[in-house]
C-alpha cells in the first residue's frame, strides 16, 4: 500500500497533480476470470457503470461474480488528474476514486439489482474512508451513463438512506454522479482477487438490506458528465 501522506480534501484543477496525456503502462487484452476485453468499447445491447465502494480489489469481484457481468475493470474516475498512476492517486492530490467499470447485460441483470449488490457490500455512511481504508480515494460512488441509471440510483440512495436512518445509522455519502474521464489502474490491480486469492479484501457492509424503488419509465439516454 502508499503510506506517504495523503489529503483528506479533493484538489482543485489548480491544486492537482498534472498528469499525462497518455498511460504509462499497457492493459492486458483479457479478464482473467470472464475472458472478455477490459477495455473494449461497451457492446451493443449492453450498459455500463463505475462503482467506488472503498479497495478497488475486493469491489471487483464483487461484481465479475454476478450474473449477466460481460466485463469488469479497476481504475480510477471522478478526479481531475489525466491518466494517473496508483501511487499518485494515494496521494489524494489527483481526486480520483478506486472504482470498477462494470459492463453488463441488462436482459440479464438489472441495474436495480447491481445497486443492491453496492450499497449491500460496504458501509456508503463513510465519507473519504471505507473501513481501515482512509483517504478521498476510497469514497463511495456511482458514476453512471445513462439518465435511467442516474434516476434509480439517486431513488435508490434516498431509500436506503431511510433504512439505515431507522436503525440509528449515519448519512449516506455516495456521490452520485454522471460518469466523467475513467482511466485504466496497472495490470496487477486488475482481477487481483483472482490472481491472489489470499489478497487483501477489506469490504464489508452495514447488515441492512437495501430496498430498490421500481424504474421510473425507461430512458436509456447517454449522459454527459457535468
Given at each position: ?74 481504475g480510477?474516475?471522478?478526479g ?49 474512508r ?9 469514497r ?38 454522471p ?14 482477487l ?23 419509465a ?9
Amino acid at each position: 500500500m502508499w503510506f506517504k501522506k495523503k489529503s483528506m480534501e479533493l484538489p482543485s484543477v489548480e491544486t492537482a497533480l498534472p498528469g499525462r496525456a497518455a498511460r504509462l503502462f499497457a492493459i492486458a487484452p483479457g479478464h482473467v476470470v470472464l475472458g472478455n476485453p477490459l477495455d473494449a468499447p461497451c457492446p451493443d445491447g449492453m450498459e455500463e457503470v463505475y462503482f467506488g465502494m472503498g479497495c478497488f480489489w475486493g469491489a471487483e469481484r464483487r461484481f465479475w461474480e454476478q450474473s449477466g457481468i460481460w466485463t469488469t475493470a479497476v481504475g480510477y474516475a471522478g478526479g481531475v488528474t489525466p491518466n494517473p498512476t496508483y501511487e499518485e492517486v494515494c496521494t489524494g492530490r489527483t481526486g480520483h476514486n478506486e472504482v470498477v467499470r462494470v459492463v453488463y447485460d441488462p436482459a440479464v441483470v438489472s441495474f436495480a439489482e447491481l445497486l443492491k449488490v453496492f450499497f449491500e457490500s460496504h458501509d456508503p455512511t463513510q465519507g473519504m474512508r471505507q473501513g481501515n481504508d482512509v483517504g478521498t480515494q476510497y469514497r463511495s460512488a456511482i458514476y453512471t451513463t445513462t439518465e435511467a441509471q442516474y434516476a434509480l440510483a439517486k431513488a435508490t440512495a434516498e431509500a436506503y438512506g431511510k433504512a439505515l436512518a431507522a436503525v440509528g445509522s449515519g448519512v449516506i455519502t455516495t456521490e452520485i454522479l454522471p460518469a466523467g474521464p475513467f482511466y485504466y489502474a496497472e495490470d496487477e490491480h486488475q482481477q487481483y482477487l483472482a490472481k491472489n486469492p489470499w489478497g487483501y479484501c477489506g469490504l464489508q457492509g452495514t447488515g441492512i438490506s437495501c430496498p430498490v424503488p421500481e424504474p421510473a419509465a425507461s430512458r436509456t439516454e447517454p449522459m454527459t458528465a457535468a
